[in-house]
C-alpha cells in the first residue's frame, strides 16, 4: 500500500509487531490511551531533560523547546480521547520497553558520545511508537481514533527523524549511522523478548 511504504523506509525497523497486538489493543482501549497519555508525557519530560542537561547545544534547546510544546499538545489529545469516553487518567505504570531501551545510552565523560545515544534511543521510541500508531490507524474500527492515530503516526515519523539528524548536529554522520545500527539490532531484541502487552503501547 502506498502509505505503507514511506514509513516503513524510514524507519527501519528490524522486527514488526506482532500482529495480535492491535487486536488485542483495541479490545483494552482504555488501558492502551491512558498508557499512551504516559508515553506522550514521557516524551515531553525526556525533552525537557535534555535540555536541562545540555543548556550549551543551541540547536537542540531550540528544537527541544518545539518537541515538548508538540508532546505536551498530544498528552492533551490523548486526555481529550479519555474524557470523551468517560475514562480517566490511570496510574503511571513502568515501561519496560523504554527501560530496556534506555540502558543501553553509554555513561562516562564522553558527553557528545552519550548525547548522540540518548538522541537515538530517544529516535527508536519514536520510531516504534510511530509503528504501533500506524497499526492502530489501518484497524481500529472507531473512525475518530483512526483519525487520531494517523495525525500522531505522521508526527512521531517526523519525531524520528529530527532526532537522527540532531544526532549528526554532534557527532559524525558515519558514527551516528553505525550506532544507529547497533541499536535498531538491540531493539528487535527488546521487542522479541517482550510479550505483547494488551495495556500498553510498547
Ligand atoms: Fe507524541
Ligand atoms: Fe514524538
Given at each position: 500500500?502506498?502509505?505503507?511504504?514511506p514509513?516503513?523506509?524510514?524507519?527501519?525497523?528490524?522486527?514488526?509487531?506482532?500482529?495480535?497486538?492491535?487486536n488485542?489493543?483495541?479490545?483494552?482501549?482504555?488501558?492502551?490511551?491512558?498508557?499512551?497519555?504516559?508515553?506522550?508525557?514521557?516524551a515531553?519530560?525526556?525533552?525537557?531533560?535534555?535540555?536541562v542537561?545540555?543548556?550549551?547545544?543551541?540547536?537542540l534547546?531550540?528544537?527541544?523547546?518545539?518537541?515538548?510544546?508538540?508532546?505536551?499538545?498530544h498528552?492533551e489529545?490523548?486526555?481529550?480521547?479519555?474524557?470523551?469516553?468517560?475514562?480517566?487518567?490511570?496510574?503511571n505504570?513502568?515501561?519496560?520497553?523504554?527501560?530496556?531501551?534506555?540502558k543501553?545510552?553509554?555513561?562516562g565523560?564522553?558527553?557528545?558520545?552519550?548525547?548522540?545515544?540518548?538522541?537515538?534511543?530517544?529516535?527508536l521510541?519514536?520510531?516504534?511508537?510511530?509503528?504501533?500508531?500506524?497499526?492502530l490507524w489501518?484497524?481500529?474500527?472507531?473512525?475518530?481514533?483512526?483519525?487520531?492515530?494517523?495525525?500522531?503516526?505522521?508526527?512521531?515519523a517526523?519525531?524520528?527523524v529530527?532526532f537522527?539528524?540532531?544526532a549528526k548536529?554532534y557527532?559524525?554522520?558515519?558514527e551516528?549511522?553505525?550506532?544507529?545500527?547497533?541499536?535498531?539490532?538491540?531493539e528487535?531484541?527488546?521487542?522479541?523478548?517482550?510479550?505483547?502487552?494488551?495495556?500498553?503501547?510498547?
Amino acid at each position: 500500500m502506498a502509505t505503507t511504504q514511506p514509513t516503513k523506509t524510514i524507519l527501519r525497523l528490524e522486527l514488526p509487531t506482532d500482529p495480535r497486538w492491535v487486536n488485542i489493543a483495541e479490545k483494552n482501549i482504555e488501558e492502551i490511551l491512558v498508557d499512551h497519555a504516559y508515553c506522550e508525557q514521557k516524551a515531553a519530560t525526556s525533552g525537557i531533560s535534555l535540555i536541562v542537561k545540555y543548556p550549551d547545544k543551541e540547536r537542540l534547546v531550540e528544537e527541544m523547546t518545539e518537541l515538548v510544546a508538540e508532546e505536551w499538545s498530544h498528552f492533551e489529545r490523548v486526555m481529550e480521547q479519555l474524557k470523551k469516553r468517560g475514562f480517566g487518567l490511570g496510574r503511571n505504570r513502568p515501561d519496560e520497553y523504554v527501560v530496556e531501551l534506555t540502558k543501553h545510552i553509554r555513561k562516562g565523560n564522553k558527553r557528545e558520545r552519550q548525547l548522540m545515544d540518548h538522541l537515538l534511543v530517544n529516535a527508536l521510541i519514536e520510531a516504534r511508537s510511530c509503528e504501533r500508531f500506524k497499526l492502530l490507524w489501518k484497524h481500529i474500527q472507531d473512525e475518530e481514533l483512526q483519525k487520531f492515530y494517523y495525525e500522531l503516526m505522521v508526527s512521531e515519523a517526523g519525531h524520528y527523524v529530527s532526532f537522527v539528524k540532531l544526532a549528526k548536529e554532534y557527532m559524525p554522520a558515519e558514527e551516528v549511522d553505525a550506532r544507529l545500527k547497533e541499536l535498531l539490532a538491540i531493539e528487535a531484541d527488546i521487542i522479541r523478548n517482550l510479550e505483547p502487552r494488551p495495556d500498553r503501547m510498547h
